[in-house]
């Protein structure tokens, strides 16, 4: 059974620094495809940055140059580093795993308010 847990969200004033965790378990971590996305209230869920194997990463425009994507294969984890935090990064994120399947963890609530 896969298992996706994420953790290390909160509350933060805008251009702080959060960063998140997602362990997984149920799968052969090293070889799969790791994302992390997140969903604001009244929007759709988007993708925020993804991982190969390789570590080949990926950005969504609007975050680019401010999060950074990471993974640790001997502990079972990806990372996602979010800096210069700002009020529009609110959302919960959540975190994916694609293989054969896709996956997801139950999500993080990451708030940016003064």
């Known amino acids: 059974q896969v298992q996706l847990v994420e953790s290390g969200g909160g509350l933060v004033q805008p251009g702080g620094s959060l960063r998140l965790s997602c362990s997984a378990s149920g799968i052969i971590f090293s070889r799969v495809l790791m994302a992390w996305y997140r969903q604001a209230p009244g929007k759709q869920r988007e993708l925020v940055a993804t991982?190969?194997?390789?570590?080949?990463?990926n950005y969504a425009r609007s975050v680019k140059a401010r999060f950074t994507i990471s993974r640790d294969n001997a502990k079972n984890t990806v990372y996602l580093q979010m800096n210069s935090l700002k009020p529009e990064d609110t959302a919960v994120y959540y975190c994916?795993?694609?293989?054969?399947?896709?996956?997801w963890g139950q999500g993080t609530q990451v708030t940016v308010s003064s």
């Open positions: 994916n795993a694609a293989n054969n399947s896709l996956y």
């Open positions: 991982i190969t194997s390789r570590r080949n990463t």
